[in-house]
């Protein structure tokens, strides 16, 4: 399982952001605190997008498909 912070300036950088997560086959979260949503969901980012201490889970061991997913996001880590 790999964890990173994520932060979203604005709602066009969380459809963005879903736009590149669903392009790989991994099972990821957005988590804040308590609050989980599904990575690849467009509303549930959306949702999640402005809260504090956002991360991603990426459900996956590190691999060179997890680097070139974590290089394509890096705008929002």
């Known amino acids: 399982m790999i ?4 932060n979203f300036q604005r709602t066009e950088d969380a459809v963005e952001f ?5 392009q ?3 099972q ?3 988590i804040s605190g308590n609050h989980i949503v ?4 467009l509303l549930g ?4 997008s402005k809260a504090d201490r956002l991360s991603l889970r990426i459900y996956s061991t590190p691999s060179p498909s ?3 997913l974590l290089a394509e996001v890096q705008d929002y880590l």
């Not at 599904?38 to 969901?41: H, Q, T």
């Not at 980012?45 to 999640?48: H, P, R, W, Y």
């Open 28 to 30: 990821m979260d957005l």
């Open 24 to 26: 790989y086959p991994f």
């Open 3 to 6: 964890k990173v912070p994520v």
């Open 38 to 41: 599904d990575a690849k969901s």
């Open 66 to 68: 997890t680097e070139q």
């Open 45 to 48: 980012t959306i949702e999640i």
């Open 18 to 22: 879903v736009k590149i997560v669903n």
